[in-house]
């Protein structure tokens, strides 16, 4: 398994804009599909965005299309969130994932390692 430390939350007006980071160890970061997710107090793990090992191909969440790019650098063995455009409902932990599928809709039962979370919270 890959271990995963994300990095970069923090407290923003809405309509500003944040980068999160995850760095991963281990020398096969870039053979994982990776993923980010968020859980905002009292709902479900939802999907935001993944992206495949080469980084050629992407899916989002309808949420957050056209604000949130995800991307990766393989030599740094890091994934990105770049977050603009942000809403008080963006409001949320901010965990990334690794795992083996891609899927268009992922679910967390999807990714097989997991961060320890990132707060994002986005005051109007």
């Known amino acids: 398994q890959v271990q995963l430390v994300e990095s970069g939350g923090g407290l923003v007006q809405a309509g500003g804009s944040l980068r999160l980071s995850c760095a991963a160890s281990?020398?096969?970061?870039?053979?994982?599909?990776m993923g980010w997710f968020r859980q905002a107090p009292g709902k479900e793990r939802e999907f935001v965005a993944t992206?495949?090992?080469?980084?050629?191909?992407?899916y989002y969440a309808d949420s957050v299309k056209g604000r949130l790019t995800i991307s990766r650098d393989n030599a740094k063995n890091t994934v990105y969130l770049q977050m603009n455009s942000l809403k008080p409902e963006d409001t949320a932990v901010y965990y990334c994932?690794?795992?083996?599928?891609?899927?268009?809709?992922?679910?967390?039962?999807?990714?097989?390692?997991w961060g320890q979370g990132t707060q994002v919270t986005v005051s109007s």
């Open positions: 994932a690794a795992g083996r599928i891609l899927q268009r809709y992922s679910r967390p039962t999807d990714f097989g390692s």
């Open positions: 281990g020398r096969t970061f870039s053979s994982y599909v």
């Open positions: 992206i495949n090992w080469s980084g050629s191909i992407t």
